[in-house]
């Protein structure tokens, strides 16, 4: 009665890997328990992670080099891989919701978020990319995009084409403070996708900002973003009060893959209680004001909840 916080599993989204071909499910190294899925075993994985009342699920492509080139071209050839598997998806499991994710990266030579022309990340020439990657995700049946790119006025800009193509009631989860973090090393295993020049400075934020992120939610709010996420959580706690203090749309937060890397290891090595430490970070950040959490625990979470 007198606990002030609650969190269940209803409060978490799966992020999960996907890669192409059949009967695949290989270990992500420094994210062990998380695979790189092909679509036939991910069926099953997602079954049971519904039996387990996980319904929200962030898929990601671990795209092969080849199909990667300057422009990101792959991530709207209609039938991709990824977006075949999210069509799969949704065809057998109508029930669930499906979030994307937005950005070049997983698809660019250069491992960027954005356009590199020279050395340099081009914003107003990523937009069209990104606009026709959201499409072609809506068209495949995602609910809810998510871009995770930083460019400036992206929000709006695919607002604009989902609505255009009536997709209006698909939403948007605007990565909206995304820091520049040491966090999303596993991430990019994962995904092969770490710059291969650069950082990503020069669009994720500096993690000595705070008020900035408040300008960068504000723009992103009046673009039409349905949900504000801070990125990434444990040491951005003070960013997720802030937006959830200042704005009425959802707060969500991703507790990346480095935070979630850490207890893993810490755990394995007996450091720590994998079971503790995992549910005082995620209450954690629900505490802070996240409606929403993105973690690689939620199917850990939600197995402990059932014991
Ligand atoms: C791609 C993207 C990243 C993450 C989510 N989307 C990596 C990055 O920006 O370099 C990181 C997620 C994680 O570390 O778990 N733009």
């Known amino acids: 009665m007198v606990e002030e916080t609650k969190l269940g599993v209803e409060n978490l989204i799966y992020p999960i890997f996907l890669v192409n071909g059949v009967n695949i499910k290989t270990e992500v190294s420094s994210l062990p328990g998380n695979y790189r899925w092909s679509i036939d075993l991910l069926v099953k994985e997602v079954e049971e992670c519904i039996k387990l009342g996980i319904y929200t699920f962030d898929i990601f492509p671990a795209v092969e080099e080849n199909l990667k080139d300057k422009h990101a071209s792959y991530s709207y050839v209609e ?25 070049m990266d997983p698809y660019s030579s250069d491992g960027h978020d954005g356009l ?20 072609a995700q809506a068209q495949a049946g995602v609910d809810i995009i998510g871009p995770s790119d930083m460019m400036d006025g992206r929000v709006g800009f695919i607002r604009g084409i989902l609505d255009k193509e009536g997709f209006t009631d698909t939403s948007i989860m605007s990565y909206s403070a995304k820091y520049a973090s040491a966090f999303y090393g596993p991430f990019r295993d994962a995904l092969n996708s770490a710059p291969k020049s650069g950082d990503k400075k020069t669009y994720q934020m500096n993690p000595a900002n705070k008020k900035e992120a408040l300008i960068e939610a504000l723009l992103d709010s009046k673009e039409g973003a349905d949900f504000l996420m801070v990125k990434p959580a444990l040491c951005y706690l003070d960013v997720i009060h802030l937006l959830k203090d200042n704005f009425n749309t959802p707060i969500t937060a991703y507790n990346v893959s480095g935070e979630c ?4 290891a810490a755990a394995e090595k007996g ?5 503790m430490a995992m549910s005082e970070m995620l209450l954690s950040i629900r505490r802070a004001g996240a409606d929403g959490i993105l973690t690689y625990f939620a199917k850990d979470f939600a197995k402990m909840m059932k014991k």
Request: aromatic share 12%.
């Open 261 to 264: 890397a850490m207890v893993y």
């Open 116 to 135: 590199v022309i020279d050395g340099e990340i081009l914003n107003d020439e990523t937009l069209p990319i990104l606009g026709k990657m959201s499409l």
């Open 271 to 275: 450091w720590l209680n994998y079971e």
């Open 79 to 103: 039938d991709n891989f990824y977006l075949n598997a999210i069509r799969k998806l949704k065809e057998i499991f109508p029930e669930i919701v499906i979030m994307s994710d937005v950005a």
